[in-house]
């Protein structure tokens, strides 16, 4: 006789993942974007000189929704400031996509060219254990203490950048292109936490007094 089911592991991972999927999704608002860039812009080096590092990574991984680690994979090379685009190595499936940079990120990275003009080697210097530690560090800093400890990472901002391009009208699959998911039932249960508020409001302006136009 068998002394375990051996199908029970598999039973209770299908359980956690339903649990992470049915829990609404955790985003940051407006104002805890801005002050969580302005204590980050506070920052100082191992020098105890300030640095723009922590502003500029933080402004990565709002404007492209990447993996903690895609942006620490990136090196100058991959990046086309002419034709406004970057290449990013997905680790998690082992594939590369290229994804538009937006125009707030391309500020960030015209200002990262006057430091290194030469634009040679990785655009960020640190490990990802660091990143998950300073991400700690400044959301308590600026004061956001709302979330568990279990969302405290940069998934907090990949999915706020899936909340906003879902608001914005962007499809499940031209949001998947950009954030890589390969599996885009997480971004479909995002888009149904975000959408119902966004969907009454758009529904409430619908007029039904409009005469329904057919082409001829």
């Known amino acids: 006789l068998l002394k375990e089911n051996k199908l029970s592991k598999y039973k209770k991972l299908k359980e956690r993942t339903e649990e992470l999927i049915n829990k609404p999704a955790k985003f940051l608002e407006p104002f805890e974007l801005e002050e969580l860039r302005r204590v980050a812009t506070e920052e100082l080096d191992r020098n105890k ?11 990565c991984y709002i404007y492209t929704g ?3 680690s895609e942006p620490l994979a990136i090196d100058w090379k991959h990046i086309n400031l002419r034709k406004e685009s970057m ?12 994804i538009p940079i937006h125009p707030a990120l391309l500020k960030v990275f015209n200002e990262m060219v006057k430091i290194c003009p030469q634009r040679v080697g990785k655009l960020f210097n640190v490990s990802g254990n660091w990143v998950s ?13 709302r979330f568990d400890d279990a969302y405290i990472s940069t998934h907090l901002f990949r999915h706020t950048f899936i909340s906003i391009l879902a608001m914005e009208g962007f499809s499940v699959d ?7 998911h390969k599996d885009t039932e997480v971004i479909r249960e995002i888009y149904r936490h975000v959408k119902p508020d966004y969907l009454k409001d758009k529904f409430s302006k619908v007029d039904f007094t409009k005469k329904i136009q057919l082409k001829s």
């Open 87 to 98: 290449t990013v190595f997905d680790l998690k499936n082992g594939v590369e996509r290229e």
């Open 133 to 145: 530690k300073k991400i700690k560090i400044l959301l308590n800093k600026a004061g956001i203490h």
């Open 174 to 180: 031209e949001i998947a292109d950009i954030t890589g």
């Open 66 to 68: 990447l993996r903690r």
């Open 49 to 59: 000189r300030p640095t723009d590092l922590w502003r500029w990574l933080i402004d």
